[in-house]
């Protein structure tokens, strides 16, 4: 089973979520647009959430690791230069 921490984003509240998981990431996604966390889960505002970048991980402890680091930045620029970082691994 695969670890992943991820950071999703919803244009209709122009916010990001992070999260971490070690089940499948598409369902994850399914299950917080479908607000199957509860009413009182941030995710559940909208249903409009969309990856933006994904990180996969060595096991769970490490997804979790990465998700608390990434929180306490607790900025949409350190965010979005992650991105960047990202993009700059792929070759178009």
Not at 20 to 45: M, P, V, W
Not at 67 to 76: F, L, N, Y
């Amino acid at each position: 089973m695969s670890s992943h921490t991820y950071i999703l984003y919803s244009t209709t509240l122009n916010k990001f979520y992070i999260g971490a998981c070690h089940e499948d990431l598409d369902q994850r996604i399914e299950n917080h647009n479908a607000g199957a966390y509860g009413s009182k889960n941030f995710t559940s505002n909208t249903n409009d959430w969309v990856l933006f970048l994904k990180f996969d991980c060595d096991d769970y402890a490490h997804a979790i690791r990465l998700e608390r680091k990434i929180k306490s930045m607790k900025s949409s620029v350190y965010i979005r230069s992650k991105l960047n970082i990202a993009k700059s691994f792929i070759k178009i």
